[in-house]
Nanobody, 122 residues
Framework: VQLQASGGGLVQAGGSLRLSCAAS????????MGWFRQAPGKEREFVAA????????YYADSVKARFTISRDNAKNTVYLQMNSLKPEDTAVYYC????????????????WGQGTQVTVSS
């Protein structure tokens, strides 16, 4: 099982970034795919999740209307489009996947990527 996140970087406030996460192994068949983030000195927090079909997407209130999660099952990849970035979005972003058939909800994950740093300057 491997989750490879990419696309992080340094951007000015108001800018945009697109994160990608390529899944391999059992993670490819995850019903929900999610993104979480962890800022220095803070706990990891939920950012967004998307169902297998892509028909249902869920967001933290802090990113709603600015971030968009999507997935391409043919490419085993989930994306996070981040617009109107703010300095408080600065964090390491992690993608996450579930065990196939786990039946877990959208906040519960079994597999985690290595994280990609997003830094937003003011």
């Amino acid at each position: 099982v491997q989750l490879q996140a990419s696309g992080g970087g340094l951007v000015q406030a108001g800018g945009s970034l697109r994160l990608s996460c390529a899944a391999s192994g059992r993670a490819r068949n995850s019903y929900y795919m999610g993104w979480f983030r962890q800022a220095p000195g803070k706990e990891r927090e939920f950012v967004a999740a998307i169902s297998w079909s892509g028909g249902s997407a869920y967001y933290a209130d802090s990113v709603k209307a600015r971030f968009t999660i999507s997935r391409d099952n043919a490419k085993n990849t989930v994306y996070l489009q981040m617009n109107s970035l703010k300095p408080e979005d600065t964090a390491v972003y992690y993608c996450a996947a579930q065990s196939p058939g786990s039946g877990a909800g959208r906040y519960d994950y079994d597999y985690w990527g290595q994280g990609t740093q997003v830094t937003v300057s003011s």
